[in-house]
């Protein structure tokens, strides 16, 4: 998810006193299984958790009027607030656009005509689509729950024409009104693809941030007593960082009228995940920070910004981007990745789960060696991969002679152990 495992717990951890069982539980059921309610879950235990070191915390308190938001909170001083918080993603759009759905079954469908993973370039076309109050971009592809059909009764069928006659590279081009793309299938290990940013939004009321704030305005922020806002969280959405040009509507447009349009509300914050690419020399590292907007109706207490600001800037430092940590939430088990590895001389870096998994037969040693791209002895040299080091060790007839643990802290995924190998031992080598 997009903060550590490590800090989802001490947060859990800060937020049990100001909860029911029930409450406690509900919260841990839905973090502990995969799915969609996942991300929205750990976003709401984070706020929570900043909120309630900064003053008094009640969870889902039953107000006068009978709604329940997600926080009541009282500041020292005795400022309230009440607010939702909810998490905001481009599913929907995805859905209407099913581009990465119709990528993946073409490569399972295509399997069945006898070709490998890979050498897919798909580019898929777009038009305009007329909405209440502008025109948004859709790409030109069937319905989501059609597509499987379309690919087998479409696709195959003049692939493996092609096929029949000895083509090769096989390419198709469609144009018509159900469906626009070119679809080439080449050799090479890897797949390509082009289609239009349909998820940039073009209408400032028609799109899932204003969506999900105007769902909060319309149900347990309606007619509360005090003041009351929306707490908008990062669950992979463009339009939460949309910024200003010809073509897009940005956020702040959009929670600009979202405000003119919900004068209940006192304020909107978003929190969402910010990534900045490092220099060319780092490859593909980026660098991810919680990053913070938020808007206020006039006359809001002055405080409230201080506030606000302060809760954002109290949040556990990201591990996963949004996009990442969307589909992480949808697995199973503890999240990808284990701890670091090094090599150094007779030394060597490991994290402690690898060899904890190898032990408990979870993971095998050519799991190991494939992970790392190491090989066996046993196998033919090889410029491209090491010989696992474990294995190299063995051979020589040493045995780690120091076995030190180095803790990672909140945001490791694991511990390290750091081992270093002794001399030949004559218990298992030559004499000498």
Not at 320 to 331: I, K, V
């Amino acid at each position: 998810m997009i903060f550590s495992r490590r800090a989802i717990q001490r947060m859990l951890d800060d937020i049990k006193p100001a909860l029911t069982s029930k409450q406690y539980l509900q919260l841990l059921k839905k973090l502990n299984f995969a799915g969609p309610y996942r991300l929205p879950a750990m976003w709401e235990v984070a706020v929570m958790a900043q909120l309630a070191k900064m003053g008094s915390l009640i969870h889902e308190k039953r107000l006068p009027n009978g709604k329940r938001p997600d926080v009541f909170f009282r500041a020292q001083n005795g400022f309230e607030l009440v607010a939702d918080v909810t998490t905001v993603s481009d599913k929907g759009v995805d859905k209407h656009n099913p581009y990465d759905e119709f990528s993946r079954i073409i490569e399972e469908e295509k399997r069945t005509l006898g070709l490998g993973i890979g050498g897919v370039n798909l580019e898929v076309r777009e038009e305009p689509e007329v909405m209440r109050e502008g025109t948004r971009r859709r790409l030109r592809l069937p319905p989501h729950a059609q597509l499987r059909d379309y690919v087998r009764t479409r696709i195959l069928p003049e692939l493996k024409r092609q096929q029949g006659s000895g083509q090769w590279p096989l390419e198709m081009t469609v144009d018509d009104e159900t469906a626009s793309f070119r679809l080439k299938i080449a050799d090479g290990p890897y797949s390509t693809a082009s289609y239009g940013s349909y998820d940039r939004p073009t209408i400032v009321r028609q799109n899932p941030l204003f969506y999900k704030l105007q769902e909060k305005a319309d149900g347990q922020l309606r007619d509360v007593p005090v003041l009351a806002g929306v707490i908008a969280c990062d669950g992979d959405c463009v339009a939460m960082k949309s910024g200003r040009d010809h073509s897009v509507v940005s956020t702040d447009q959009i929670v600009k009228q979202f405000l003119i349009d919900n004068p209940h509300i006192g304020f909107v914050l978003i929190l969402s995940v910010k990534e900045r690419q490092r220099s060319w020399a780092d490859g593909n590292e980026v660098d991810l920070s919680i990053d913070h907007q938020k808007w206020m109706q006039p006359g809001t207490p002055a405080q409230l910004k201080t506030l606000l600001a302060e809760l954002a800037g109290r949040l556990p430092a990201p591990v996963n981007s949004a996009t990442n940590a969307a589909y992480r939430a949808l697995e199973k088990g503890f999240g990808r990745g284990h701890g670091k590895f090094g090599m150094g001389g007779r030394s060597m870096q490991i994290g402690a789960r690898h060899v904890m998994e190898i032990l408990a037969g979870v993971r095998t040693v050519e799991d190991f060696n494939r992970n790392f791209g190491f090989r066996s002895l046993a196998e033919t040299d090889d410029v491209r991969r090491m010989p696992n080091p474990f294995e190299v060790a063995l051979s020589e007839g040493r045995l780690p002679a120091n076995i030190t643990i180095e803790e990672t802290g909140e945001n490791g995924r694991d511990h390290v152990l750091n081992i270093e190998f002794g001399a030949p031992d004559p218990a298992l080598s030559e004499f000498r």
